[in-house]
């Protein structure tokens, strides 16, 4: 029986994956599934198996999760479109006798008012109705959010809504690595897992990258609307720019400050911290 993972064409299924050969699945017990496999030669070639998976194309949901003891269930990256996209996935874990399903979920996902909840709740919601075995795997704002920012940091500051809030951000990495552990280990069936690191707010993120750089770096808090016409001024989508500055709104309300160590009980170690992801970082940038 093998362990399947959703979306490893992405950053978040990719490291999933690296995960479970860290911790000492057999390669050959992994299927990496995603739309372009051609991007997942190296694994393949590492011994993992490879399968084309599409979450619009359920034929393809059910042939790549056949034989599946458990699915990681990677959150799709087009919002919008998640909740029917999962309801595919949900569905052919059903059919093809899937024993359990991991979900990468959203902060407090049942309450939260950010916009991105929504789909997440609805996903939630199909889950429990399905009737497989599940684990919500809550996971928190990315540090990486932030740190692939560097380049625009440096040449025009942080700019944002999240005044003070505090944000439990944590690396892709360690959330990658608690799927990763809650994939190999027992007793997570109807565990609901909030997960995020230790709390900073944008102030503190304009001092770490100042730290890290050398350069002096500061955060300006501006109201939602303006913040939301700067994105769409640098090129985003306006309903994109919507949901980015909906989620500052959310961190200065309090919606992205994760209670309690989920995460560090899952990896058995402390997150990454702000200052090492900001310094791991800029050491790649200036590589």
Do not use: C
Not at 167 to 188: K, Q
Not at 264 to 276: E, V
């Amino acid at each position: 029986m093998s362990i399947i993972v959703t979306g490893a064409t992405g950053h978040l299924g990719r490291l999933a994956v690296e995960g479970l050969l860290a911790r000492g699945v057999p390669a050959e017990q992994i299927v990496a599934t995603g739309r372009r496999i051609d991007t997942l030669t190296d694994l393949q070639q590492r011994g993992v198996t490879v399968r084309r998976a599409d979450y619009t194309d359920p034929a393809s949901l059910r042939a790549a999760f056949a034989g599946a003891k458990q699915v990681l269930l990677v959150s799709s990256s087009e919002v919008g479109q998640r909740l029917p996209q999962h309801r595919n996935a949900i569905t052919a874990a059903k059919d093809t006798g899937v024993g359990l399903i991991a979900y990468t979920s959203l902060t407090r996902a049942d309450t939260s008012t950010l916009l991105l909840a929504d789909e997440h709740r609805g996903t939630e919601q199909a889950l429990a109705e399905s009737g497989v075995p599940h684990v919500l795997l809550r996971n928190g704002w990315y540090t990486d959010n932030y740190t692939d920012q560097l380049p625009t940091y440096l040449q025009h500051g942080i700019v944002g809504s999240a005044g003070t809030g505090q944000v439990s951000a944590a690396t892709r990495a360690d959330y990658a690595e608690a799927a990763a552990a809650v994939l190999t280990t027992d007793g997570h069936e109807g565990a609901v897992y909030e997960l995020g690191g230790e709390p900073f707010a944008m102030p503190e993120l304009a001092a770490a990258v100042s730290a890290a750089t050398g350069q002096d770096v500061t955060y300006t808090d501006v109201p939602v609307e303006q913040y939301t016409r700067i994105l769409v001024d640098a090129g985003l989508p306006e309903p994109v720019a919507a949901v980015y500055a909906d989620g500052d709104r959310g961190a200065a309300d309090g919606e992205l400050y994760v209670e309690g160590n989920d995460l560090d009980k899952l990896i058995g170690r402390a997150p990454t911290s702000l200052t090492d992801a900001v310094t791991a970082a800029v050491a790649r940038l200036r590589a």
